[in-house]
């Protein structure tokens, strides 16, 4: 069974910095390309970042560049979202996501969400 | 980028209705379109992919059709189970975007 279990997140201040990390399970995770998506309370869903299954390829939207750095172990089949100068804008359920095999194929496994609130 | 627009964003409809969900992309992304659904606290979960193919597990009254830039979501027959917020995504190219969601309330 395909499990995605996020960690990391929790309240911080304006400004600090955050790591989450996602641990996969039940599939060979060096295979796939991984992506981090948000949303913030009450509101829709907001793709972040994809990491290709080698780390060759990475993207990010433009709203998080030089902020968010996505990464990823193969060995300890874990994804990471290190995630700098918080600002309150951030406040979100921050999900990692499987995509699905083969030539283009969206996010067919998601992990239950780990909530970052940015406050003083 | 890409920017997806979905209508209605609230829907009102009864067990047993037929509802149909639109989403517009402002440039063509072919078949390169997803459909998840979303129930409050939950995650995501994948329903269509590349704009009309089932994902695993996905009963059949659920179909979506559409290419380039206008595709529908359509449930044959609402059943309770369906009351949930739905969104659709491209994926043509980075960076993907997401719809901004239709709730599909109870009347």
């Known amino acids: 069974e395909v499990q995605l279990e996020e960690s990391g997140g929790g309240l911080v201040k304006p400004g600090g910095s955050l790591r989450l990390s996602c641990a996969a399970s039940?599939?060979?995770?060096?295979?796939?390309?991984m992506d981090w998506v948000r949303q913030p309370p009450g509101k829709g869903l907001e793709w972040l970042a994809s990491?290709?299954?080698?780390?060759?390829?990475?993207y990010y939207t433009d709203s998080v560049k030089g902020r968010f750095t996505i990464s990823r172990d193969n060995a300890k089949n874990s994804l990471y979202l290190q995630i700098n100068n918080l600002r309150a804008e951030d406040t979100a359920v921050y999900y990692c996501?499987?995509?699905?095999?083969?030539?283009?194929?969206?996010?067919?496994?998601w992990g239950q969400g780990t909530l970052v609130t940015v406050s003083s | 980028d890409i920017q997806m627009t979905q209508s209605p964003s609230t829907l009102s409809a009864s067990v047993g209705d037929r509802v149909t969900i639109t989403c517009r992309a402002n440039?063509?992304?072919?078949?390169?379109l997803a459909w998840y659904q979303q129930k409050p606290g939950k995650a995501p979960k994948l329903l269509i992919y590349?704009?009309?193919n089932l994902a695993t597990g996905v009963p059949s009254r659920f179909s979506g059709s559409g290419s380039g830039t206008e595709f529908t979501l359509t449930i044959s027959s609402l059943q309770p189970d369906d009351f949930a917020t739905y969104f659709c995504?491209?994926?043509?190219?980075?960076?993907?975007?997401f719809g901004q969601g239709t709730k599909v309330e109870i009347k």
């Open positions: 996501a499987r995509e699905g095999g083969g030539y283009k194929f969206p996010l067919d496994y």
């Open positions: 039940g599939f060979t995770f060096n295979d796939y390309n």
């Open positions: 990491i290709s299954s080698g780390s060759d390829y990475i």
């Open positions: 440039h063509f992304i072919s078949s390169w």
């Open positions: 590349k704009a009309s």
């Open positions: 995504q491209q994926y043509n190219v980075f960076s993907w975007m």
